[in-house]
């Protein structure tokens, strides 16, 4: 099972960018995945979560109305659309992957728990930057 996360990227604030994440190995429909982020400092923030067949959503507080999170399950991948960057934003973003849709809502609102996900994209490096 691999997760393959998108190349990052340097962009300006106010601008958007979207983030994938790609199966590789298996099948992604089979899984709920989300999407997490650690800011330089901070520690690891579960910032959204979509299920794998209804297409159920999770949004942090401190992304909703920004981020959409949605899923091409034809190609095995899961988008993150990030709106309105700033430099709050700037972190490494990873994606995770579980059977459960539930448990990986509570990892998202417990991030300490994370360390009970077996599968991790590499990370993508998103700088906000003028």
């Given at each position: 099972v691999?997760?393959?996360?998108?190349v990052g990227?340097?962009?300006q604030?106010g601008?958007?960018?979207?983030?994938?994440?790609?199966?590789s190995?298996?099948q992604?429909?089979?899984?709920?995945?989300g999407?997490f982020?650690?800011?330089?400092?901070k520690?690891r923030?579960?910032?959204?979560?979509?299920?794998?067949?209804?297409?159920?959503?999770?949004?942090?507080?401190?992304?909703?109305?920004?981020?959409?999170?949605s899923?091409?399950?034809?190609?095995?991948t899961?988008?993150?659309?990030?709106?309105?960057l700033?430099?709050?934003?700037?972190a490494?973003?990873f994606c995770?992957?579980?059977?459960?849709?539930?448990?990986?809502?509570r990892?998202?609102?417990?991030p300490?728990?994370?360390?009970y996900?077996?599968?991790w994209?590499q990370?993508?490096l998103?700088?906000v930057?003028?």
């Amino acid at each position: 099972v691999q997760l393959v996360d998108s190349v990052g990227d340097l962009v300006q604030p106010g601008t958007s960018l979207r983030l994938s994440c790609t199966a590789s190995g298996f099948q992604l429909d089979e899984y709920a995945i989300g999407w997490f982020r650690q800011a330089p400092g901070k520690e690891r923030e579960g910032i959204s979560c979509i299920s794998h067949s209804d297409g159920e959503t999770y949004y942090s507080d401190s992304v909703k109305g920004r981020f959409t999170i949605s899923r091409d399950n034809a190609k095995d991948t899961v988008y993150l659309q990030i709106d309105n960057l700033s430099s709050n934003d700037t972190a490494l973003y990873f994606c995770a992957a579980d059977l459960s849709y539930g448990s990986l809502v509570r990892v998202a609102k417990s991030p300490t728990l994370a360390r009970y996900l077996e599968h991790w994209g590499q990370g993508t490096l998103v700088i906000v930057s003028s």
